[in-house]
C-alpha cells in the first residue's frame, strides 16, 4: 500500500500521526508449544488496510485465556505461529483507507472478538484475537476500525488493558442476560482471579451485596477492601456453600459468578430461581453434574464467551462514571513476557498481571 493511501493528520484538521516504525517486535507461538515456546521476532511493520488501524501498543495483560491457549488447551482454533494475548491498550498513529471513528493519537483498546459488535454471540463472531487472530503481545497490531474502544481518561495504559477480557467477563456475567443485577440482589463471586476482582467491584456499584470466596487467608481482607461484603475461605470452610446459605438466611444467593468451575457448589449456593454465570474450569476439569441440583432451584446456567463490543462500551461508561480503577498485580517488562507469564501461572495473584510493551 502506497504511504499516500493512510489517512494521517495531513488529510485531518484536528490529527497528529507518526510514521510507522521500520522494525517491531512481536511474540510468536503454537498453541501446546507452552510458556518456553514464546519466541520474540523482529520484523517489518504491515501498514494499515481499507478499515484497519495501526496501534501502538503500550500494554497488555494476561488472562487464563492466554495459558489455555499456550497449553493447547483453549476451546477455540487458534492459528499456528499466533501473536498471543487477547487484552491490550495503546495509541492509534496510522489508519487505513475508510477509517473514520478514530484518528491518529487516539487512546484505544479493542474488543477480543473483533466481529462481535452487539447482541447474542453468532458463529461468524467467533475469530478472536489471539487465537484464531494475532494478538496483542507485539509493539504494532494492525486491528479493524470496528474492534477499537476509546481509553477512559483516567486510566492508565496498564490499567485500560486489563478491561477487553476480564472485565467484559464480568460485566457479562452480571448484565448480560436482560435486567441483570439490581439493588439488593446478592451476588456470590467464586475465587480471586481476574474476573472475579472486577465481579466484585461492579456488583457493588449496582447495589449488590457480595459475597467473595477464597482459598488464601491474605486475601481474605484484600477481598472485603475491593467492596465484598462476606469473604468465605474455601479451604477452610469446605462446605462453603452451606455457609454462603448460612450468611443469606437460608435463601441463597441471586446470582454466582463462577470462574472456577465448582459448578455444583455454585448452584447449592443459589438462591430459587437464581442465576449461574459459568466462566470456565481452573483446573480443566469438569466432574459430572446430578441434573436433580438443577431443578431444585430451578437455576439458570449461562455460560459465557466474554462478550461483545457493546458491553465494552458500556463498561467503559461505567468505569468512567465511578471513577473505577481495575486492580493490578505486577508489571514486566516486554523482553520478560514468559517471567509474566510464569508469575501469573505460579505466583496466585491478586490483580491483573501486566506486561509493559512501551
Not at 54 to 67: G, I, T
Not at 157 to 177: K, M, Q
Not at 235 to 254: E, F, N
Not at 294 to 309: E, H, I, Y
Request: aromatic fraction near 6%; glycine fraction near 10%; hydrophobic fraction near 45%.
Amino acid at each position: 500500500m502506497a504511504d499516500n493511501d493512510l489517512i494521517t493528520l495531513a488529510d485531518r484538521d484536528d490529527a497528529t500521526t507518526a510514521p510507522l516504525p521500520p522494525s517491531v517486535r512481536s511474540y510468536r507461538v503454537n498453541s501446546g508449544d507452552g510458556i518456553a515456546g514464546l519466541r520474540l521476532r523482529t520484523h517489518e511493520p504491515l501498514p494499515p488496510g481499507i478499515g484497519e488501524v495501526a496501534v501502538a501498543v503500550h500494554a497488555v495483560s494476561l488472562s487464563f485465556r492466554d495459558l489455555l491457549v499456550l497449553r493447547g488447551q483453549y476451546v477455540l482454533p487458534v492459528k499456528s505461529d499466533v501473536i498471543p494475548v487477547s487484552e491490550g491498550a495503546g495509541q492509534v498513529i496510522a489508519v487505513g483507507p475508510g477509517v473514520r471513528r478514530v484518528r491518529p493519537g487516539d487512546r484505544v483498546t479493542a474488543a477480543l472478538f473483533p466481529q462481535w459488535l452487539d447482541g447474542p454471540l453468532q458463529p461468524s463472531y467467533l475469530p478472536q484475537l489471539g487465537g484464531s487472530l494475532d494478538g496483542m503481545l507485539t509493539e504494532l497490531a494492525v486491528l479493524p476500525e470496528q474492534a477499537l474502544v476509546p481509553i477512559p481518561e483516567h486510566l492508565s495504559y496498564a490499567e485500560a488493558a486489563t478491561l477487553p477480557c476480564a472485565a467484559v467477563t464480568a460485566w457479562n456475567a452480571l448484565t448480560g442476560d436482560g435486567p441483570g443485577i439490581q439493588p439488593g440482589h446478592t451476588v456470590l463471586a467464586t475465587g480471586s482471579g481476574g474476573v472475579s476482582l472486577f465481579a466484585v467491584q461492579l456488583a457493588k456499584l449496582r447495589g449488590a451485596r457480595v459475597i467473595a470466596t477464597t482459598g488464601q487467608v491474605e486475601k481474605e481482607q484484600r477481598l472485603r477492601d475491593l467492596g465484598a461484603d462476606e469473604v468465605v475461605n474455601y479451604r477452610a470452610d469446605p462446605d462453603w456453600p452451606a455457609t454462603v446459605r448460612d450468611l443469606t438466611g437460608g435463601r441463597g444467593v441471586d446470582r454466582v459468578v463462577d470462574t472456577a468451575g465448582t459448578l455444583e457448589q455454585s448452584l447449592k449456593s443459589l438462591a430459587v430461581n437464581g442465576h449461574v454465570a459459568f466462566v470456565g474450569s481452573l483446573s480443566g476439569d469438569w466432574p459430572p453434574l446430578d441434573p436433580r441440583l438443577l431443578f431444585g432451584v430451578a437455576a439458570t446456567v449461562r455460560a459465557l464467551a466474554v462478550g461483545s463490543r457493546a458491553q465494552l462500551v458500556e463498561l467503559n461508561e461505567v468505569i468512567t462514571a465511578h471513577q473505577l480503577r481495575p486492580v493490578t498485580d505486577r508489571a514486566f517488562p516486554f523482553a520478560q513476557a514468559a517471567e509474566a507469564f510464569r508469575h501469573y501461572e505460579s505466583a496466585r495473584p491478586f490483580g491483573k498481571v501486566v506486561i509493559e510493551v512501551r
